[in-house]
């Protein structure tokens, strides 16, 4: 009789094990799947960040190169003023420091 219920218990019970290591097997490979596809949207958008701040440091260094060659530009002007009007009064080469440091002020204030 023990044949008998280990016999019945093997046809009853072992499909329902096999059934849930099935679904056990199915639920880990789905969750690997997962991590996968989440570890790989992650490593795509961390690549995307990167490339949009390399972009904007680029641009900004850019920006910062224009300002600095403004900035030789009028500096470079108002030498050349200061210079052809050596024989001015010094009212004049004043006024054209002024205009020089209100150009300076202008392109610093853009730079901020």
Known sequence: MSDAVEKKVEETVQPQVDAVESKAQEVTEQVQESSETAQ??????????????????????????KKVDEVKDAAKDAK????????EAPAAKKSILKRFVAKLKSIVSSIN
């Not at 050349?80 to 024989?87: M, P, V």
């Open 80 to 87: 050349d003023e200061l210079t052809t009007k050596e024989g």
């Open 40 to 65: 790989k949207e992650a490593t795509e958008t961390a690549e995307e960040s990167k490339d949009k701040v390399t972009e904007t440091a680029d641009e900004a260094k850019e920006d910062a190169s």
